[in-house]
């Protein structure tokens, strides 16, 4: 679905993702931000802004080993793991 398109820019919407292109100059990302932040679409306010760049060197990450996985994917895997765990009722024998 697409939001938003003037002059060629335009931003694509997913269930679960925002992708955004580029705008040049950065002046062109700025107005889009302040004329969408806070804007109602499909019934709900949406958040706009610029993002920052991430900081590749691991520095300030909290421990663990996730290996990558978001949030949503490690809970999955607990509940997984849980259900997995959990033994079958067995029914009563007749007699």
Do not use: C, Y
Not at 69 to 91: G, N, P, V
């Amino acid at each position: 679905m697409t939001l938003f398109t003037s002059s060629g820019q335009q931003i694509d919407l997913a269930a679960e993702s925002v992708r955004i292109r580029h705008h040049q100059p950065e002046s062109k990302g700025e107005e889009v931000v302040s004329k969408l932040n806070g804007t109602d679409f499909m019934g709900r306010n949406i958040k706009v802004d610029v993002s920052k760049p991430q900081n590749r060197d691991n520095k300030g990450r909290s421990g663990g080993n996730s290996g990558g996985k978001s949030a949503r994917e490690l809970r999955a895997l607990a509940e997984e793991e849980e259900d997995a765990k959990k033994k079958k009722r067995r029914r009563p024998r007749k007699e």
